[in-house]
């Protein structure tokens, strides 16, 4: 066989309790190893001859495995690793992502910010803090980060944190912006980096109801343009629609028009009852019992319209467009359907997103997700700026919340651990939950009890089923 390499795109990484790990470089997809498929890569440095007989018949076959599959290649004696490339071990656990709001503030006025960032409630940390924080992003083996805000864009240090990013190659997969300051300018920049971030920005409705929500006249049309330029230069765009009393007649309307403007996904939602809402929200709240009912209404439309984008309903009704990858044939969920109703369950993470990703407030708290930084139980939690990425990562109150199984969960939340559905949705969204109960981060998701035990999923199975679409 004589001696291989790892190809230059993959890199060899390990985490505390998943100790190998092969990366891909530039997005840093992350796959694990057992032992054996670990020791056989770690042979292919350019040093160890895989012909000597010490070398067993089983790592060979994974070698050529392993070549088959173009992870690693042939190569000359001493044409050794990129010290990138090198085994690397990061004493925490492993996060794939840091969900994170660069700063607190904004230049739009959003009636339902969870941060109250038109007041700047949070403020933005300073540049060499951002910068420290970037460095322990990289110790701790954080592969990829979205930013967010507040409004991202506006941070003056904007391109010295893109660079920095980069340059410890962690990826930089989506920016959620309100689409403002969006321009060719700043795409060509991106573009010229080597990259191509997806461009999340939200979208609240035709006939003026975005501009009425966002609290600026002429951010529908902003951001409208926004899509279309992202898409002319080559920049995957996504958005997220929040609904409420006012806007809830045009979602059919609002769906239609972002497909138009070339947006590929779109994810729906109540608007949350946040602080600020309560005072500016002129009494256009929407229950979750009405939004389910104005899903049910909507979604024979979304086929008839052919399926323009791929859409979320809350944890209600996923399901793929018609352009997206595979497209043809229609794949639906319920997204709070998490597991078949079997024990197996039992020992998997009450969130499976938030032990992927994690959430970095302005002020650098370390949240299971976004949605807690408008509730006063965030600040049980640890700020990175106090305690460390590391420990916080290892030892604290958010890894434990985290790492949190099914069966414990069931066994604190009795309603739940008594439910017929317990083993379906695990007590469903624990910031889902906290709008109902803002002081137990434990307590039961209530929109998941409205599809399961009250009977939202089976008359969604029902309509789909009329649809010809089971």
């Known amino acids: 066989m004589g001696y291989y390499r790892l190809k230059e795109s993959y890199v060899l990484r390990g985490w505390e309790k998943l100790p190998w790990a092969l990366v891909r470089r530039p997005r840093n997809t992350v796959g694990f190893l057992s032992r054996e498929e670990f020791d056989a890569l770690s042979l292919c440095n350019g040093k160890c001859d895989c012909d000597l007989k010490i070398v067993p018949e089983r790592t060979r076959e994974l070698i050529r495995a392993a070549v088959e599959k173009e992870i690693v ?24 992502t840091a969900h994170w709001s660069i700063t607190g503030k904004c230049n739009y006025k959003c009636r339902h910010c969870y941060m109250s960032a038109p007041e700047a409630k949070y403020g933005e940390l300073s540049h060499e803090t951002i910068m420290d924080i970037i460095d322990q992003l990289e110790e701790c083996g954080v592969m990829s980060v979205t930013l967010t805000g507040g409004e991202p864009l506006i941070r003056k240090d904007w391109w010295e944190i893109v660079d920095a990013l980069l340059d410890r190659h962690i990826d930089i997969q989506t920016i959620y912006s309100n689409g403002a300051l969006v321009n060719e300018a700043l795409l060509q920049e991106l573009s010229r980096r080597g990259i191509k971030p997806e461009f999340n920005m939200s979208y609240d409705g035709d006939e003026g109801w975005h501009d009425w929500l966002r609290g600026i006249p002429g951010a529908g049309e902003a951001v409208l343009r926004a899509f279309d330029l992202c898409h002319e230069m080559g920049f995957p765009t996504g958005a997220e629609l929040c609904i409420h009393q006012g806007n809830k007649h045009l979602l059919r309307r609002s769906i239609r028009t972002l497909a138009d403007h070339h947006c590929t996904h779109l994810k729906t939602n109540p608007v949350s009852e946040t602080e600020l809402w309560e005072r500016l929200g002129e009494n256009y709240s929407i229950s979750m019992k009405e939004t389910l009912e104005l899903y049910l209404e909507y979604i024979p439309a979304y086929f008839e319209d052919g399926r323009p984008l791929s859409l979320m309903l809350g944890g209600f009704f996923s399901c793929n467009g018609k352009n997206s990858r595979g497209g043809e044939k229609v794949r639906w969920t319920i997204p709070l359907k998490k597991y078949n109703g079997g024990d197996k369950c039992l020992n998997q993470t009450v969130c499976g997103h938030a032990r992927q990703v994690m959430y970095l407030s302005p002020e650098g708290r370390m949240l299971p997700c976004m949605s807690l930084s408008s509730y006063d139980i965030q600040e049980e939690y640890p700020l990175v700026t106090e305690v460390g990425l590391q420990k916080g990562l290892t030892d604290s109150v958010y890894m434990k919340l985290i790492d949190t199984r099914v069966d414990e969960f069931l066994a604190h939340t009795e309603e739940c651990g008594d439910c017929e559905y317990a083993k379906i949705c695990a007590g469903g969204c624990r910031a889902s939950a906290l709008c109902y109960d803002k002081t137990d981060i434990m307590a039961p998701d209530r929109a998941a009890c409205l599809i399961f035990r009250e009977g939202y999923g089976k008359r969604l199975e029902e309509v789909l089923k009329e649809l010809h679409m089971e």
């Open 73 to 96: 290649q042939p190569c000359s004696y001493g044409e050794g690793l990129t010290p990138d490339q090198e085994y690397r071990k990061y004493h925490n656990r492993f996060i794939r």
